[in-house]
């Protein structure tokens, strides 16, 4: 059975209005007046522990046996680091360790 088009672009249009909604809700709120001190810690510390998090979810199945498999992974690890400490830039940084890993698993694996 088709969908007419009316439907999913109503469809569309209702889930880009409450995309925008959510993300403008808090500065919108926040206007005029001051965050509380939990939501103002959790902005501050957020961010990196959830990237440790995903880090430390990369390197959880490397084994020492199969040392090869995890060479890339780590290499693009430490690009990452390094851009990162250099540029300052979180999408360069990504982009160059993404780059350098997808490079190296067609070489090494």
């Known amino acids: ?28 709120f926040f206007a005029r007046r001051k965050p509380p001190a939990a939501l103002v810690y959790l902005q501050k510390y957020l961010p990196p522990s959830l990237m440790v998090i995903l880090v ?26 390094l851009v990162h400490l250099w540029k300052r830039n ?5 982009a160059f360790g993404t780059a350098l890993y997808m490079v190296l698993i ?3 694996i």
């Not at 060479?71 to 693009?76: D, G, H, I, V």
């Open 1 to 28: 059975m088709m969908v007419p088009l009316s439907r999913i672009l109503l469809t569309v249009a209702a889930m880009a209005a409450l995309t925008i909604l959510t993300r403008a809700v808090p500065f919108l």
């Open 56 to 81: 430390l979810s990369a390197f959880k199945d490397i084994s020492p046996a199969d040392a090869s498999a995890g060479l890339p992974l780590l290499a693009a690890a430490v690009l990452t680091a």
């Open 90 to 94: 979180v999408l360069a940084s990504i």
């Open 106 to 108: 067609r070489v090494f």
